[in-house]
């Protein structure tokens, strides 16, 4: 099994619409879990962090955390056209060292 | 500005050659990191470094070297020894090495091998 799954193919979401993303991971001792957005071409950026069961909020971004079920999902609401982007799923195992494990990411497509 | 350099933007090398690809960071972090991405791959750890004069290979390190001589320096080598070296680098930073470690990235360097 796989560190981080991202099991979804590219998802299109008309504009205003919520985005969902759903990432697995498998290492259950997993402590921190990241998302990141990357735009074709570019590096990617940190949009959100999460390190507690539940939910975290930021502007659009929801992550959501279950330790339980070892999954991690991002909720964008009010999809726009800059949401365009492929997002990566993080996962802190613990393996005593401060690796980072990635999924390979999902692409959305926000039409307009 | 703070922020993670990477240069160059663009790196040509042609069979055999090694190539060294730099990372700068101003952030003050401890930790530093380099991966690899290929096309529709995740990211995949090369090298990472905790403290100065101090760096750990990663899951596909064989091919690769690097060195932590200063805490704002990462700069990795791509030897002759690396079979499929075309892809993104991308230079990362965090400023501890425990568990809640935001890692930021640089913008990469993406080399070809010709």
């Known amino acids: 099994q796989k560190e981080v799954e991202q099991n979804s193919g590219p998802l299109s979401v008309p504009e205003g619409a919520i985005a969902s993303l759903n990432c697995t991971y498998s290492d259950r001792g997993s402590q921190s879990f990241f998302w990141y957005r990357q735009y074709s071409g570019k590096s990617p950026e940190l949009i959100m962090f999460?390190?507690?069961?539940g939910d975290k909020e930021d502007g659009r971004f929801t992550a959501q955390l279950n330790k339980a079920s070892q999954y991690v999902s991002l909720l964008i609401r009010d999809s726009q056209p800059s949401d365009s982007a492929t997002y990566l799923c993080a996962v802190n195992p613990n393996y005593g060292n401060n690796r980072l494990a990635f999924g390979k990411g999902n692409q959305v497509v926000v039409i307009p | 500005d703070g922020g993670i350099t990477q240069s160059p933007k663009y790196l040509f090398r042609k069979e055999g050659q090694n190539v060294t690809l730099s990372c700068e960071q101003n952030l003050n972090h401890d930790a530093m990191y380099w991966y690899r991405q290929d096309p529709g791959q995740g990211l995949r750890l090369i090298y990472y470094?905790?403290?100065?004069?101090?760096?750990q290979k990663g899951d596909i390190a064989e091919g690769y070297s690097v060195s932590r001589e200063k805490k704002e320096s990462f700069p990795l080598t791509v030897t002759s020894a690396q079979k499929n070296p075309t892809a993104f680098y991308l230079c990362?930073?965090?400023?501890?090495?425990?568990?809640?470690?935001?890692?930021?990235f640089g913008p990469g360097t993406r080399l070809t091998v010709l």
């Open positions: 999460i390190y507690s069961n």
């Open positions: 470094s905790q403290i100065v004069n101090d760096f």
């Open positions: 990362a930073s965090s400023l501890t090495s425990g568990h809640y470690n935001e890692q930021f």
